[in-house]
C-alpha cells in the first residue's frame, strides 16, 4: 500500500514535453505562434491571446489520453482549457524570473530524439521534412522545446526542495495503517413487478427526454495520402534493389555469435588484485594438464556456471563488457585467453561454438528490400503532396474535388457515425472529432490530419443527421424498466436511512436484523487495502468520521447496482509503521516527499492563476 501514493510525476513538464515530442507534430503552442489575425480571441492570459485554433488544438492534443475511455466531452474541453491556462501562466512566470535554456541545451535535446533518427543517428532531411510538412520553422521548434524545458526546471526546482520530516512520516503510517471494528448489513434490491401508471410514464419521459435522443452522426468524403501507396507506385530495376541490399547489407544480416565459458577469479574484500591475477595465471598454466571445464568446476568464483564447465551461452557483440568483448573476438573457437580484468574480476575465456555472420541472400528478402527501396524513394513526394494537398484544399474550402483532381488521388466516402464511434477511417479518434468540428460542420474541408507518420487526411462533410428526440410511443419499453429499477432502488434507499436512524437512536442492530430479516456481519481491525468489501464501501469508511466519547459512527453507502450498506463503526485504532514499511522507509520517505513536494508545485501554480489577469470571451464546442 504504501507504494502506492502515487508512482509518476503529474506535473506540467511531462505534459508539455509529450506534446513536444509526439508524433504528428500537434502542437499546439504555449503562446500563439501564428502572425497576426483579425480573429477574436477565445482567452486571454495576462495580454496574451489564444486564438480558437489554439483553442481546439489543445482539446485534440489533451483529449488523446483518453482514447477509448468514456469521458463527457464538455469535461474534456474544460479540462484542455484549463491546461492551456496553467501552462502560459508559469511560462509567463518562469520567463519574468529571468530563466532562459540556452539554444544549444534545446538542440541537443532534439538530436536525442529517436524520431530524427536514422540508422541511431540524428537525420537532418528526416528533421526537415516533418518540419516542413508542418509549416514549422526549426527555429520554432527549438523555441518549443526551449519553452518545455525551462518550465521542467523551474518544476524540478520545487520538487527537489520537498522532504518528509519525521512527524510526516508518523503521520502518515498513522492514518495509512489506521483499523477499524465495523458491523454492517446489506440491503439488497427486491424487483418491483407493478406497472407504472401512464401519467408516471409521461412524466419520466419528459423529465428525461435528453437520454432518448438519436446521436449526431455525419458521414464524410475523404481524401487519404498514404506514403505505403505512394510507395507502391514507385518502379524499380534489380539493379537499383541490388544497390539498395548491398548498401544496408546489415539489416539483412544476424550478427555473428558465439558461445563462451569462463573461469571467474573474483575481487576480494582486500582489494588485492596482483593476488587474483596470479591465481587467474597460476590456473591457466593448469590448463596443460586439465581440461578447462574441469578447472571451471573447480576454481571458478561464477558458482552458477561452475557446474556447467563455466558455460555463459552465446552472445552477440555488444552484448559483453568492452575489456571481454574485445578479448573474446579475437579468440579463435576452442582457444584459451590470457587473464581478462572486467569489473568483476579476472577471466579465463574460451571460445566453444562460433556461429558466423549470416547475410540472407538477395532473393530471399528481395520483396522485403524492394518495399524499403520504395518506401525510401516515395518519401519526398510524400511531403511534397502533403504540402500541396494542405494549400490546396485550404484555398478550395468548398470542395474535395478540386484538390483530388490537382494531386491525382480519389475522394473517398464513409458511412454515417457518431463523435464517440465510427468503422473504417472513423474508427480514428481524431477523424471523428475534425468531422464534428465547427468548421467542417459549416461545409468547409478540415485542415490536414496526420495518422502515424505516413498518412494525411483531408475530409468534408458528405451528410449530417442531427440529434431528435425519439417519440414516446418507441421508448416506452425501456422507460417502464427504468421507472421499476429506480423504484426498487429507492424501496432499499428508505430501508437503509430508516435503520440508519433507528442505529443512530439506540436501537439494538440485532433487533433490526431480525426485524428485517438481514444478516449482520462483523469486521475487527479493517484495513484500508481489504479485499472483503467493494471498494466504495472501503473507501467510505475509511473517509467517515472517528466514533466520539464512544458513540459509533452510522452511515449508508449505495452501490451502482442498487444495493445499500448500513455500516456502523464501533472503534477506531491509529496505525503504526509496520516491520515491511520499515523495511521500505527509505522509498516512503521518497514517496511522500514527492507527493509534498507536487502538492507544494500545485499551490504555486494555483497561486501564479488566482493573480494573472484571464479572461475567457467565448468558448466554442466543436
Request: overall charge negative.
Amino acid at each position: 500500500m504504501l507504494l502506492k501514493i502515487r508512482e509518476k510525476s503529474q506535473g506540467v513538464f511531462a505534459w508539455i514535453i509529450l506534446i513536444v515530442i509526439c508524433v504528428p507534430f500537434a502542437l499546439w503552442g504555449i503562446q500563439n505562434y501564428i502572425g497576426g489575425t483579425s480573429e477574436n480571441a477565445i482567452v486571454v492570459v495576462n495580454g496574451k491571446e489564444f486564438f480558437q485554433n489554439d483553442v481546439n488544438k489543445a482539446y485534440q492534443q489533451y483529449s488523446q489520453n483518453f482514447t477509448g475511455m468514456n469521458v463527457d466531452e464538455t469535461t474534456l474541453r474544460q479540462q484542455a482549457m484549463l491546461k492551456l491556462v496553467k501552462d502560459e501562466v508559469l511560462l509567463q512566470h518562469v520567463y519574468a524570473e529571468g530563466l532562459m535554456i540556452p539554444d544549444e541545451d534545446a538542440k541537443k535535446f532534439i538530436k536525442s530524439l529517436d524520431y530524427f533518427k536514422v540508422d541511431g543517428k540524428f537525420d537532418k532531411k528526416q528533421y526537415k521534412n516533418l518540419l516542413n510538412s508542418q509549416r514549422i520553422s526549426s527555429a520554432q521548434f527549438v523555441q518549443r522545446i526551449k519553452q518545455a524545458q525551462v518550465m521542467e526546471q523551474y518544476q524540478s526546482s520545487i520538487l527537489a526542495t520537498s522532504f518528509a520530516t519525521a512527524n510526516d512520516i508518523k503521520l502518515f503510517f498513522k492514518i495509512q495503517n489506521q483499523q477499524r471494528d465495523i458491523e454492517y448489513l446489506k440491503i439488497p434490491v427486491t424487483p418491483i413487478t407493478d406497472i407504472p401508471s401512464d401519467e408516471a410514464i409521461n412524466s419520466y419521459y419528459q423529465q428525461h427526454q435528453n437520454s432518448y435522443k438519436t446521436t449526431q452522426q455525419v458521414s464524410i468524403e475523404y481524401i487519404s495520402l498514404s506514403l505505403d501507396d505512394l510507395a507502391q507506385k514507385i518502379t524499380v530495376t534489380d539493379e537499383q534493389l541490388i544497390n539498395f541490399y548491398q548498401n544496408h547489407k546489415d539489416i539483412y544480416s544476424t550478427k555473428e555469435r558465439r558461445k563462451i565459458s569462463h573461469i571467474l577469479f573474483s575481487f576480494g574484500k582486500d582489494g588485492n588484485d596482483e593476488a587474483i591475477l596470479a591465481k587467474a595465471q597460476a590456473t591457466q598454466k593448469q590448463l596443460l594438464t586439465k581440461t578447462f571445464e574441469t578447472l571451471a568446476a573447480e576454481v571458478s568464483d561464477d558458482t552458477g556456471t561452475a557446474k556447467k564447465g563455466g558455460d555463459l551461452g552465446l552472445f552477440e557483440i555488444g552484448g559483453l563488457e568492452k575489456s571481454l568483448e574485445d578479448a573474446v573476438s579475437l579468440l579463435k573457437l576452442g582457444e584459451v585467453s590470457v587473464p581478462v580484468k572486467s569489473s568483476f574480476g579476472y577471466h579465463l575465456l574460451k571460445v566453444t561454438e562460433l556461429i558466423p555472420v549470416k547475410t540472407k541472400s538477395f532473393d530471399s528478402v528481395k520483396a522485403e528490400v524492394m518495399k524499403a527501396f520504395q518506401r525510401k524513394e516515395a518519401e519526398n513526394s510524400f511531403y511534397e503532396m502533403a504540402e500541396r494537398l494542405a494549400d490546396i484544399s485550404y484555398e478550395n474550402p468548398d470542395n474535395l474535388t478540386t484538390t483530388a483532381d490537382a494531386i491525382g488521388i480519389d475522394i473517398e466516402k464513409s458511412e454515417l457515425f457518431s463523435k464517440d464511434k465510427g468503422d473504417g477511417i472513423a474508427n480514428e479518434a481524431v477523424i471523428r472529432a475534425t468531422a464534428f468540428s465547427e468548421d467542417v460542420l459549416a461545409g468547409n474541408n478540415s485542415e490536414s490530419i496526420e495518422l502515424g507518420t505516413d498518412r494525411v487526411i483531408v475530409l468534408r462533410m458528405l451528410q449530417h443527421q442531427s440529434e431528435n428526440i425519439r417519440p414516446l410511443a418507441k421508448v416506452k419499453p425501456q422507460i417502464i424498466i427504468s421507472l421499476l429499477k429506480e423504484q426498487a432502488q429507492q424501496q432499499a434507499a428508505n430501508i437503509a436511512t430508516e435503520i440508519k436512524e433507528q442505529l443512530l437512536n439506540g436501537k439494538d442492530i440485532k433487533a433490526i436484523t431480525l426485524e428485517k430479516t438481514l444478516e449482520t456481519k462483523i469486521i475487527i481491525a479493517l484495513v484500508r487495502n481489504n479485499k472483503e468489501l467493494p471498494w466504495q464501501i472501503n473507501q467510505a469508511i475509511f473517509k467517515a468520521a472517528k466514533p466520539i466519547d464512544d458513540k459509533a459512527t452510522v452511515l449508508t453507502v449505495a452501490l451502482e447496482t442498487g444495493e445499500q450498506y448500513v455500516i456502523r463503526i464501533n472503534k477506531v485504532t491509529d496505525g503504526i509503521m509496520s516491520e515491511n514499511d520499515k523495511k521500505q522507509l527509505k522509498l516512503a520517505k521518497m514517496n511522500i516527499a514527492k507527493v509534498l513536494g507536487e502538492s507544494s508545485f500545485d499551490a504555486v501554480l494555483n497561486s501564479l492563476q488566482a493573480n494573472a489577469n484571464i479572461v475567457v470571451k467565448q468558448v466554442n464546442n466543436e
